[in-house]
Every structure is written in C-alpha cells, then in structure tokens.
C-alpha cells in the first residue's frame, strides 16, 4: 500500500544535518513490494555531511525550499519531487557541485534557484527550470559555474543579484527581469544582463553601494532605481528599445551618466523623486529635458569638458543644484522649484525662475544675461544671492541689447547685495540715472559708480580733485534735483546713491568711464555697476503742492507707468 505523511506545517522546516551518511525517509514494508512511504515536506534542509539517501519503495516531495547545506549531497533510488512553486537552494560550507539527485530538470525541476554559497557552485549538467511558470534566480553569494554546463530560464524570468554571480549567461526565455538588491560593496553587471535587444524587460536597482553597467543594454519594460539605490551608468546606456514604459528614480536615489551620454532615452513617463540626484559626471554631455513635467530632484554637473543645456524650453530643478570643475551651457530658462531649502550653483545664467517656498542660496558667483529676467511665483519663499557668507557676487547684466530685469517679487525674501549694471553707451549727452538698491553700507555714488578705471562713470566740477571724489572740469556733469531746482553734486564720496529704503536719482552728462579723459571731447562706452539690496514691494512718495520731484525708477525692470497709482488730496 502507500503510506502518506505530511509535514507541511506553514513555514516548517526538517533538517537532515547528520555529520555522515543518513537516511531521509524510510522505505515501505519489505514484505509487501508495493508499499510505499510518500512524506511531503514545506521545506527540507539536508546539512551536515554526507550522502542524504531517498531509499527504495520512498517518496520525498518539496512544495516549498529544499536547501543543501555544509557538504551534504542527495542521493535517489526512491522518488524526488518538487511542487509547482519550489525552490532549491545552494547553500553550502564548500564548493558545491550539483547532482541530479536533488537537481532535476524540465517539467520535474524546481521553479526557482537560489545561489548562497560564497565557494561557489558549479552544474553537473545542462539543467532547465520549471517552465509552468516565471522562474527566479537568486544570487547571493558565490559564483554560478555555468560555463560548461549552462542553465535555461523561463519566459518572464526573474534574476535577483545582490552578492552572487554567474560565470556565462544563461539560455533566457523571451524575456527576463534583472533587480539589484542591497550588497556589501558596487556590483559589476555581469552575463546576467542580456546582449540581445528584446529580452530584458525590467531592470530595478535597490543597492546603496552601487550597480555599475558594464555594457550597453537595452530595456523593454521599466527602469526603476529604489531604496537609495546608485545606479552608475559609466559610458554605457540603458535606453529603453522603443517608446514607453517608466523611468523611476526614489528618495535619495542617484543616477550616474558617464562619457558623452545623457539620461536615458525612449521612457514616456519619468518618476524623478525631488531628494533624488542626476550626476553628469562625464565628457562633453547634453543635459536632458525630464518628461511629465518632471524636476530634476540633486543636479550635478561634474567630471569634463562642456555640458550643454540643448533645449529652448524650461528645465526644472528641485533640489540642489552643483556645477563642479565644468562649463556650463545655461538653457533658456532654469526654474528651481524645490519645497524646501536648495543651493544653487553660480553660472551665467539666461532666465531664472523661482518658484515654491524654502530658501534658494547661491553657492558661487553668478549672473543674469542682459535680455533675460528673473521672475518668482508660487508659494514664496526666499532667495539669497550672496551666499551663506555674504560674499558672493551676483550681476544683473547690462549691454547694447538690454538690461536683466527682475519681475514682480510679491510675497518674496530677497536677502544679499548683488550688482546692478547699466551700459552707457558712446555718446557725449545727458542721462537720468539711478540704481534700483538699497543699503546703509558703501552707498555713496563713489563707491558704486567711480573707483575703477574702464567702467563706472567719468565725473567732474570745477571744484573737484582732493577727496570729493570728482574730476576737475568745466560745469559739473553731475546734478541733483532739491524740489526747487538742480543743485551740482559736490562730493561723490560723501552723497548716498541709495540709502536703506530708497534709491536717488542724478542728471550726469555722461561722456564715459571712470579714468577717462573725456572732459572736453570724446565718449567711450561704459556700464556702471551698482551694489546693493534690491528694492521690492510698493513704494510710495510723497509731492509737494507746485514743486517738481525727480524719482528714480526704484526696481530693477522697467514700469509701466500706465498702471500706476495716484493720489491726490482735495481740500
């Protein structure tokens, strides 16, 4: 007769770990040539040392892990099985060669295979994993010697790689699933990643120390980098094979692009977590435009060469933002959107926008090219344009074709000084000229229009010279405007350009730079650079009943006088 016995407890497990040789089951009744003893075991452990024995007239089946550890191995004159979803594992003490024993193969074979053996495992023979279903390698420790002996997955396979490897790629079905779990030190890609363009499906990175590719490989599903997980790319790419699927990188995420590559392509939908990084650490490289209105959570442009922001439209970045040893070409407009605080990287920057609350520091010296502008929106939040240190240099440009502006701040902290430029042109002629600053330090026209030779402006009266600041000339060039007429600047050293609210105004016949000599004749171009706390919010002035007033523009952007307010008191 048969003889059934069940030891399928949930999760229960029987170890065999004699040291020796031992028998796993015991055989039917000798009398009775038919009797059989079929035990059906959740998990089996043969440990120890040894020949594990499945004797004559005996049946062993695994639904769950049969596991061979220290050097025990299977021997088989009874019956050996696996359940549809069973798993073998190698997990010895020594090197481990399989046997068919344990190892079946086909339609008989164990559903999924995990290599834990840090000595290695090598196959005995050509095996094929159950193919009623996706399989799953697991290596964990150890090499995989299928070298000679290969070994043939499933289609819809699954590979999970943290410690182990495997020495030549196996037979894949049509296609398989590659994730990366958290190891001890990087991980190499290896045979494991497929060469052929249509069978890696899914690749998932979850390793804090790293996953370098080793090789271009082509994804046809999704690219997901998760758990703080690093995914180095080196000069190699993992483009997806046509339009689609999803590109996904996680909380503290980074994502390294070498050589002259840029993020991955073909990936319709981009899932860019804001504590995230980008690091293009390579060559000359294009900076690439995120898809679904993504942010660039950490941007790093680092390593050599030039890396080029190619795209007319808006890139947005979220987190910091970190330019090391590079140039930069600046895209039309870079827009730091972070919720939170976010250091940003000196560059000669075309439009800056600024949106969402925390607190935006630069980090280095930088500018706003001449015709572009920096506008704010969102929740508000606060900008610091000289740094943590407050000595840092931020320009608004200024030339032929224009003047930086900054747009409506409403809402917004400005903290820091930056420099205003305005170019003069060639032209010996009078200019009403102010700067749209503020502050109680250095504000005296000296110190913001004179003092450099070849820029600033060339000032003069016929009292100057000594400490008044001025050149010695005919009528001064430069004037003020009291309420009831214009009185001649005496002193640039002790009169304010601005003081801790409100900018002046001066009439300056202006014939060029500051050391120059062009008192009596000649004009060369010249751009004032002006320092200070920029003037936000509304402003108010107050007129006399029949006096005139001279009201320098108090913002650095041009006013549309047709929308301004007028009060006027009736008595």
Known sequence: GTFNISLTGTNSTVVYNRNGDQTINRSGNSSCASSTITINYTNLTLAGSGVKTLPDRSAAQVSGTISMQGTATLTTTGTFSYGANSTLEY???????????EFLTG????LNLIIDNPNGVTLHAARTLRTSGANTLTLVNGTLNNSTQNLTLSNGSNIIRSGGS???????????NITYNQHTGAITTGPELPTAPTVLNNITVNNTNGVNLNANATVNGNLTVNNSGVLDLGANTLNRGSAGGTLTLGDNTTLRIGGTGTFPTNYNNHNIAATSTVNYNGANQEVALLNSSQSYGNLILSGSGT??????????????????????T??????????????????AYNNIAFSNAGTKTFTSNASVSPTSEITFSGIPGTVDFDGTGDNLEFMLRSDTNGTARVGNTTGWTLNGQLRAERFVP??????????????????SIYANWQGTTNEGLLLWHPQGGGNTGLAVGPQSNIWSYTGTGWASVTNTNTTNLYDGSTNNA?????????????????ADATTIRAKGALITGDKEYSLVTNQFKLIGNPYASPINTEVMNYYRDWE
């Open 91 to 101: 997990k010895g003490s020594a090197t481990q060669t399989t046997a068919q024993g």
């Open 107 to 110: 339609a008989g074979a164990p």
């Open 166 to 176: 495997l020495s030549a790629a196996p037979t894949f079905g049509t296609s398989v």
């Open 307 to 328: 890396k080029t922001f190619a795209h007319a439209t808006d890139t947005n970045i979220g987190g910091n933002f970190t330019v090391e040893g590079v140039t930069v």
């Open 330 to 347: 600046t895209p039309t407009r870079l827009n730091f959107n972070g919720s939170s605080s976010q250091s940003i990287a000196g560059l």
């Open 426 to 443: 060639a032209k010996r002629a009078w200019r009403l000229l102010t700067a749209p600053l503020k502050g109680n330090a250095n504000n």
């Open 506 to 522: 001066y009439l300056v016949f202006a014939t060029g730079s500051f050391g120059s000599q062009n008192i009596s004749s000649g």
